[in-house]
């Protein structure tokens, strides 16, 4: 059974930055395909961004793009997204997902996800 685990989401305010960690197995960071999704009140989950399985593509929603990164960290077996210049429109909650088969930017192209963490951006 796969399991990641978000962390990081607290409360911020705009123009802040924050990063976000997404733990699960060594086996899965290392050989899964990763991604950050995110979800506001009365919203569908939207795709935020993606590392491929050997990391050797990223791909970021256009929202997003210029101010959030992924990366994988092996040895603390996360993944992390760092949220540069953060706006109100980002207050969701975010969710980590894996994927040993599929990538994309659909949630039904993940199989595994976490709980969530909650990050509330003020003006």
């Known amino acids: 059974q796969v399991q990641v685990v978000e962390s990081g989401g607290r409360p911020v305010q705009a123009g802040d930055s924050l990063r976000l960690s997404c733990t699960a197995s060594?086996?899965?960071?290392?050989?899964?395909?990763m991604a950050w999704f995110r979800q506001a009140p009365g919203k569908e989950r939207e795709f935020v961004a993606a590392?491929?399985?050997?990391?050797?593509?990223?791909d970021y929603a256009d929202s997003v793009k210029g101010r959030f990164t992924i990366a994988r960290e092996s040895a603390k077996n996360t993944v992390s997204l760092q949220m540069n210049d953060l706006k109100p429109e980002d207050t969701a909650v975010y969710y980590c997902?894996?994927?040993?088969?599929?990538?994309?930017?659909?949630?039904?192209?993940?199989?595994?996800w976490g709980q969530g963490t909650q990050v509330s951006v003020s003006s």
């Open positions: 997902a894996a994927d040993s088969v599929t990538y994309g930017t659909t949630v039904s192209d993940w199989d595994y």
């Open positions: 060594a086996r899965t960071v290392t050989t899964y395909a």
């Open positions: 590392i491929t399985w050997t990391g050797g593509s990223r």
